[in-house]
T-cell receptor
């Protein structure tokens, strides 16, 4: 069973609207959680990295939250743009472990 | 700054053929790794290296070999291609103490 589950699998939103992506994980002990954006046909690019003690981190219109107690994270996209159309991947790293656990990603499609 | 460079971008192989996916990074990163990405699944680690001359298996190593003769290069070899190896392959690197992973642009491999 995957240690990182993302929902929804995909979503479609209108340009200018907001959306929230979810990530639940079971990795323990926990070191950090990252969100990556992957454009079609490209490699993933880092959006945010949060450690155990961080609850919120923003990168422009992207805001990630983390609840380490419930092992949940969310990525909120504000005022979506067409360029936000991509797959968003949640990645969790356990403590003292180089290996990462990847979610399957949420595909976001922004329509004009 | 080239970052992580992968070649080829696209490749079609016949079952049983061998080939090498090339990966090079110019950031002097100690850690390099290879992942495969399949539909509906998170990236899965094939092999990784924590420095020149040191390699180790990841989650799905069967059918693949790697070597790390220099800090810059980390080629992935498919010994005898099988249709199950049809996938998108990503090379990645990071500094030993860093959290940000830099991915290449991906290599699309089809085995017929």
């Amino acid at each position: 069973k995957n240690q990182v589950e993302q929902s929804p699998q995909s979503l479609i939103i209108l340009e200018g609207k907001n959306c929230t992506l979810q990530c639940n994980y079971t990795v323990s002990p926990f070191s950090n959680l990252r969100w990556y954006k992957q454009d079609t046909g490209r490699g993933p690019v880092s959006l945010t990295i949060m450690t155990f003690s961080e609850n919120t981190k923003s990168n422009g219109r992207y805001t990630a939250t983390l609840d380490a107690d419930t092992k949940q994270s969310s990525l909120h996209i504000t005022a979506s743009q067409l360029s936000d159309s991509a797959s968003y991947i949640c990645v969790v790293r356990g403590s003292n472990d180089y290996k990462l656990s990847f979610g399957a990603g949420t595909t976001v499609t922004v329509r004009a | 700054n080239a970052g992580v460079t992968q070649t080829p971008k696209f490749q079609v192989l016949k079952t049983g053929q061998s080939m090498t996916l090339q990966c090079a990074q110019d950031m002097n990163h100690e850690y390099m790794s290879w992942y495969r990405q399949d539909p509906g699944m998170g990236l899965r680690l094939i092999h990784y290296s924590v420095g020149a001359g040191i390699t180790d298996q990841g989650e799905v190593p069967n059918g693949y070999n790697v070597s790390r003769s220099t800090t810059e290069d980390f080629p992935l070899r498919l010994l005898s291609a099988a249709p199950s190896q049809t996938s998108v392959y990503f090379c990645a690197s990071r500094v030993a103490s860093g959290n940000t992973i830099y991915f290449g642009e991906g290599s699309w491999l089809t085995v017929v």
